[in-house]
């Protein structure tokens, strides 16, 4: 399914949540592309969730999604984060503001993808997850 049919398919009710990883290239796209503008700022209208990891954030800022809201994002992305003036920019591995849930990068993925979780499915179910996986963040 191509993002326009997504958009389509949805045109009232939002996604569970929308993820908009992060890479050189792909923030670039995320960035240009009106098409995932137009997605992002209806999910925000809709009240459904955003997450982002690595660069992704810089997408939010420039599609003017969360504005006000605290952000993470890769490290070498906080200078111009902080520059865009849009957002506050947090220095934590994972940043829940509302319905916008960002992250730093690679070694944050996992910690990213436990917190949507938790904020999708209830923090009850976590607890098991994180045993399951063996992880300890």
């Not at 929308?18 to 592309?33: A, E, F, R, V």
């Not at 503001?97 to 209830?122: N, Y």
């Amino acid at each position: 399914m191509s993002l326009d049919q997504a958009a389509d398919q949805h045109e009232k009710d939002p996604f569970d949540i929308i993820i908009l990883p992060g890479g050189p290239k792909g923030t670039d796209n995320l960035k240009k592309s009106v098409a995932v503008g137009n997605l992002l700022k209806r999910q925000e209208r809709n009240c459904g969730y955003i997450g982002a990891i690595c660069g992704g954030p810089l997408a939010l800022m420039t599609h003017k999604i969360g504005l006000g809201k605290c952000i993470t994002a890769h490290k070498c992305k906080w200078d111009e984060l902080k520059e865009g003036g849009t957002h506050k920019v947090v220095t934590s591995k994972v940043c829940i503001d509302g319905t916008l849930i960002t992250s730093q990068g690679p070694g944050t993925a996992f910690e990213f993808g436990l917190a949507i979780v938790e904020t999708l499915i209830g923090p009850e179910k976590i607890s098991d997850l994180r045993e399951d996986l063996a992880l300890k963040v």
